[in-house]
């Protein structure tokens, strides 16, 4: 029908920051439409049916346009995509809004405040879906002078927050878009401010990095000082995620000595403790108004070459897309063998690029791809070799199989249980916090077994909270290690199990 569907390609340059969003979206509508419902859609002709039935008019060149790149995509022709794929609402938009500035605008109230009043009482109740409170947010975004009680936006913002410490998938992305947008709005960033705050020096929470990187959506002085803060307070993922956001601030307006020499210092401090660390040279190269000491310090760590993903770790991910695109094409056939550009591309992206925006923004659009599961079952495959070396590729594949959810309880724990590198094990057993199927009452206990470190103290309460199923949490009868579990237990019997809608 037509001509043949060709992938986009992605047009980012390898050192950019934030990628080319127009070629992704593009790619997610495509190959979404052509694979989901056993490719029901996979004629053009069948699709421009549905979208007629959904209002939208368009036609082949039209349709074309849109999943090559071209042209850019209407909103209500994305959300008919959602609907007629039968996809989560909000999904598409959400994978692709995850690392784009909001840019709310001036409208009319699209909604009456009936239902305005639902979403509110829905949010503070901890009852609201992903697509409420981005209906929500898209709502409030509209308008700047629209009033709520101090309490409220102070635990519109908290619930949020919580709910995206503990969510999964499309769950956490429209979370992560809801809560950037309402740290935009004037009357709750003072809110917003301190509820980052509360949550991010709290050490009960493992998967703060996420609050963090709020704090870019911030202005003032109240959320500058707080980003400061951070970068040189508590876990590493907290003051990398805060030195990311400190740095991207600091030429907004005018900042002291002291306030720069402060960035400077927490660099300093975080090179030592990682003077090999990619992504952290990279920011360390993007430090305004360096001083001379720093600079050199700098070229002893020999940063002169290009901070990039190498040709061998791009054949990983070559290999990893592969047989997420065997494994996707086998039950609908004739897989050509050609492989998907943009697929490598992401994958690459999420396993080994250096800057953190770039892989969030990879991890985003994959998770709402048809490839997912085969991407996060391949990458479980890589994690689960040489487990008795500190191999980089494991690790970072294990972080793949966690975020995209590989749904292998018995391969995750067996790694879990078997692996030397403890980075790897703990985020293996992060995992274990996505699975579907109940694990068994014996499994439960294998995983309560496994805290013999803080480490994978914090990744077994993370994973037990996130299942609900704190219960089955035993002592390992060493006096530290049970303090601290129990002190992280309390945090999810106060805030409650996964977030999945």
Known sequence: MGRPYRAPTDLTAASASVPEQRPRLAWLLGINRMLRLDGAYAHRRDFLAALADQGVSCDESKLSRWESGASSVPPDAIRAYEEILDLDPHSLRAAIGLEIDPEPQRRKHQKSAAEFDRLISAMLA??????????????????????????????????????????TGTAYVARTVAATRLAAHPAAQPHFVRSVGALVLDDRVRRREGAVRLLASLQGPRAWNLMLRLCTTGALPVRMGAIDVAIRHAGDEPRTRQELATLEKALVQLLEELPRDRSLLALAEQLPEASAQFRAHLA????????????????IAAGLAAAAQAALHGRHGGWDGEPDAMLVSLTADALFHPTARRIRAAYGVLDASPYRLGLANAALDLAGRNLKTNDPAGRAAARMAHFLQAQDGAKLLHIAESARDTRRRAEITAALAGQRDPLSRADLARVSALQDSPEMVDATVHALGMLGMLDTLRPTGTKKLDERAQRMATWWRSNGARVEA
Do not use: K
Not at 140 to 163: H, K
Not at 300 to 315: D, F, K, Q, W, Y
């Open 300 to 315: 002893n760590l020999g940063t002169a070459e290009p901070i990039l993903v190498s040709a061998a770790e791009r054949s």
């Open 126 to 167: 901890g009852n609201a879906t992903g697509p409420e409170w981005m209906e929500l947010t898209d709502e409030l975004a509209s308008d700047r002078e629209v009033y709520l009680r101090a309490s409220d936006w102070a635990q519109l913002t908290s619930q949020l927050l919580s709910e995206q410490a503990r969510a």
